[in-house]
Nanobody, 120 residues
Framework: QVQLVESGGGLVQPGGSLRLSCAASGSIFSRFAMAWYRQPPGKQRELVAYITAGGSTDYADSVKGRFTISRDNAKNTVNLQMNSLKPEDTAVYYC??????????????WGQGTQVTVSS
């Protein structure tokens, strides 16, 4: 059983920054790909970024150049550094543990989510 706990959300002004963290349980964390998703109000959940077990990353076009995903296998954490935030980044952000084989495959393991609100 995998447990994921997100933290770091909050209210920030446009142009500001936030750093989200996701702590994962389990001793084999390093073998899995990890991802951040978000769900804006009234919209479907969407993939924001993922990082493979080997450290390769990819991002949604809407966040490229502004967000950076990273992982610390020693601490079983995956982080999302979000810079130059825009109002359209407002959403509940979730982390997910999955697999990678040419594309990210999400699992049914989700954290509780953390709210990010970008507003002046």
């Amino acid at each position: 059983q995998v447990q994921l706990v997100e933290s770091g959300g909050g209210l920030v002004q446009p142009g500001g920054s936030l750093r989200l963290s996701c702590a994962a349980s389990g001793s084999i964390f390093s073998r899995f790909a990890m991802a951040w998703y978000r769900q804006p109000p009234g919209k479907q959940r969407e993939l924001v970024a993922y990082i493979t077990a080997g450290g390769s990353t990819d991002y949604a076009d809407s966040v490229k150049g502004r967000f950076t995903i990273s992982r610390d296998n020693a601490k079983n954490t995956v982080n999302l550094q979000m810079n130059s935030l825009k109002p359209e980044d407002t959403a509940v952000y979730y982390c997910n543990v999955g697999s990678y084989s040419g594309a990210y495959r999400r699992s049914d393991y989700w954290g509780q989510g953390t709210q990010v609100t970008v507003s002046s």
